[in-house]
């Protein structure tokens, strides 16, 4: 396949050829005017072929509005691209295609696809586009913007499973603990996909994601297992290093003398007290009357 290189179209300046073309009319009007008054038949054969000329030059004007662009193309040939905003004049036979610079936003549809554990999920992005090579977007592809929706929805589902939805190890990104890690990736892969059709990725981010609703439930319970499990452990690694420096004291201090049956049951009573999801309620040993 032929690449399409851009380069700049052949213009004039439109009030320029304007004032031309009203001098050719003026000219034209004094030619008539002369083969009446003279009845002169041979001015005919200026008059008509200056009128036919108006008429021509009057389909070369066109106005090319702030970030907007012109693809000339000329009996099938590329002659160029008009970027410059203004009123021009270029030549009028050529088929003036317009083609937009603005910047736009393409909002994919919900998909369902499975992550990298192989659980359902259900994402969506949005992909903030804009497009730098009128005449690629053009003449590369058949409909850069259903080419645009499609590649995106395509490298989305890609990345999608590439990472896991939720990940218990730190040093593994997911979709949902590093979200900034995975939009710079799927900018990367959308602009590799869109290379080809003269697009520039501005933005890539997820702007839906959760579990499908057939596993929904189950995810939830376990995410809560999940945490209830983090929280415990938490809470005990706590405990131990409570019961610990109290011992330690204990026996700097020379407090009490504690042998080993009494420190285990000195470990127990602290680590029921300090675990327990319900308030200990201390019981006071006042000594034995007898």
């Keep these: 396949m032929e690449a399409i290189t851009e380069k700049s179209a052949n213009k004039m300046n439109g009030f320029v050829a304007i004032a031309l073309v009203l001098v050719m009319i003026i000219v034209d009007i004094f030619l008539l005017r002369s083969g009446i008054i003279t009845e002169n038949p041979q001015i005919l054969w200026i008059f008509i072929p200056v009128t036919l000329l108006i008429f021509l030059s009057s389909g070369g004007f066109l106005i090319v509005q702030p970030n907007d662009s012109r693809v000339l193309v000329l009996f099938g040939k590329y002659l160029g691209t008009v970027r410059v905003s ?99 990736a799927m900018k990367k892969q959308v602009q590799t996909r869109l290379e080809v059709c003269g697009v520039e990725i501005l933005e890539s981010r997820i702007s839906h994601l959760s579990y499908a609703p057939e596993i929904a439930q189950a995810m939830l319970r376990r995410q809560q297992a999940q945490a209830v499990v983090a929280a415990r452990t938490k809470i005990v690694e706590g405990a131990v290093g409570m019961v610990d420096m109290a011992l330690k004291a204990l026996s700097e201090h020379n407090i009490v003398d504690l042998d080993n049956e009494k420190k285990a049951t000195m470990v127990n009573n602290l680590l029921v007290a300090l675990v327990s999801e319900v308030q200990a309620q201390p019981v006071i040993n006042a000594g034995s009357l007898y």
């Design 86 to 184: 203004g009123f021009w004049w270029v030549n009028p036979f050529t088929t003036k295609k317009l083609v937009s610079l603005r910047i736009r936003n393409f909002q994919s549809e919900t998909i369902k696809v499975n992550d990298l554990h192989g659980n359902p999920i259900q994402i969506a992005a949005v992909v903030v586009w804009r497009v730098i090579d009128p005449a690629r977007a053009l003449f590369d592809v058949q409909n850069y913007e259903g080419f645009v929706a499609i590649q995106s929805e395509t490298a989305i589902r890609g990345l999608a499973t590439e990472y896991a939805y939720d990940s218990s190890e730190h040093d593994k990104f997911s979709l949902v603990g590093n979200q900034q890690e995975i939009s710079e």
